[in-house]
């Protein structure tokens, strides 16, 4: 069991910043790939970023690329989110997930087992 505890989301203006932290339960941290998901209001949840175990492979949805950065602290149990230049269609809950699949780099929902309780990112135009 792992529980995901996200926190960082807030209010910023166009073209600003803010980052992201999702702190993990438990002492296996380094045994799960971690990813960070958004959902808008009316919208589906869709993907946003993956690290593997280790935090040297990552991949992001085309629509965040160059603009956010995942990383992770296996020391700290923590997963993160970097995101600059965000613009109003940044706006979402965010969710940090898990999965201990063999293959790390996922990108669809059902492949992730736990999902934190999401964080509201409210970027103003």
């Known amino acids: 069991q792992v529980q995901l505890v996200e926190s960082g989301g807030g209010l910023v203006q166009a073209g600003g910043s803010l980052r992201l932290s999702c702190a993990a339960s438990g002492r296996t941290f380094g045994n799960y790939a971690m990813g960070w998901f958004r959902q808008a209001p009316g919208k589906e949840r869709e993907f946003v970023a993956t690290i593997n175990r280790g935090g040297d492979r990552t991949y992001y949805a085309d629509s965040v690329k160059g603009r956010f950065t995942i990383s992770r602290d296996n020391t700290k149990n923590t997963v993160y989110l970097q995101m600059n230049s965000l613009k109003p269609e940044d706006t979402a809950v965010y969710y940090c997930?898990?999965?201990?699949?063999?293959?790390?780099?996922?990108?669809?929902?059902?492949?992730?087992?736990?999902w934190g309780q999401g964080t509201q990112v409210t970027v103003s135009s």
């Open positions: 997930a898990s999965h201990s699949r063999l293959l790390p780099i996922r990108i669809q929902i059902s492949d992730y087992d736990y």
